[in-house]
């Protein structure tokens, strides 16, 4: 099986990822992180246009899947999964990991959650997990809602009894306890592989972590690795498995 990980970046570079998804249409599982859905507005605060219907966009040129829409802002801002319909589908949902009760609104502030799906391929069921970490505005190393939120992620990981794939964008850098937290008894794929960056030129920071894959000891891993595609200022992240 394959996945795709990808922070969409509110679907800023249009072309670009549209021909991207054209072209790995074939691919099993997409999760994606920053995607609209049918919104009235944008919630970011800058001049930055966005897709404002990513997800109806996918859904035309994903036909051979199903797409499941979790959203974390006025309905119609959050996370998505896209999942062929080949698949044995058994469940899906999501649990809250960050609550951010006084959000303005506006701005990347905002509450989080985990979205999850079972599946089942040859008889074998996973687990995926698709996570959009919190923003604080202090940088990406740890703090005490970001630990929180790890715990929460642990919590559930740890409550399930099949092979599991966590995927998204973190917000967080790889030498800290929060990271730690979630790699526990778990294959951190951007550490084993030696990844250096998971961000595009589009990203002007210094900062070039932010996405990661953690496959259980269960998941047998054919291939993993970042994707060149420059179809947002995060990479995608590409996942062979069974």
């Known amino acids: 099986m394959k996945l795709i990980t990808l922070n969409i970046w509110g679907g800023h570079v249009h072309e670009q990822l549209r021909a991207f998804i054209k072209q790995h249409a074939d691919t099993d599982i997409f999760c994606f992180q920053e995607i609209y859905k049918m919104a009235a507005h944008k919630i970011s605060t800058d001049d930055r246009w966005v897709n404002l219907d990513s997800f109806s966009e996918f859904e035309d040129l994903l036909p051979n899947h199903t797409g499941f829409f979790r959203p974390v802002v006025n309905n119609a801002y959050g996370i998505a999964l896209f999942i062929k319909n080949e698949f044995t589908f058994l469940g899906e949902g999501e649990i809250c990991i960050h609550n951010a009760p006084d959000y303005s609104g506006m701005g990347p502030a905002h509450s989080r959650n985990l979205q999850w799906i079972r599946v089942q391929s040859n008889s074998k069921t996973y687990t995926i997990m698709n996570v959009h970490g919190l923003w ?25 009894d099949t092979p599991i794939i966590l995927c998204g964008d973190f917000n967080a850098r790889p030498d800290t306890k929060s990271i730690a937290l979630l790699a526990h008894e778990m294959n951190n794929l951007i550490q084993t592989h030696n990844i250096t960056s998971t961000r595009t030129t589009l990203y002007p920071k210094e900062e070039q972590f932010a996405d990661y894959v953690f496959t259980s000891p269960d998941i047998k891993v054919h291939t993993f690795e970042v994707l060149h595609d420059v179809v947002s200022d995060h990479a995608p992240l590409m996942l062979d498995f069974d």
């Not at 939120?149 to 559930?156: A, C, D, K, L």
């Open 136 to 160: 604080n505005g202090l940088g990406k190393a740890d703090s005490p809602d970001r630990i929180d939120q790890s715990v929460n992620i642990r919590n559930f990981m740890d409550a399930q």
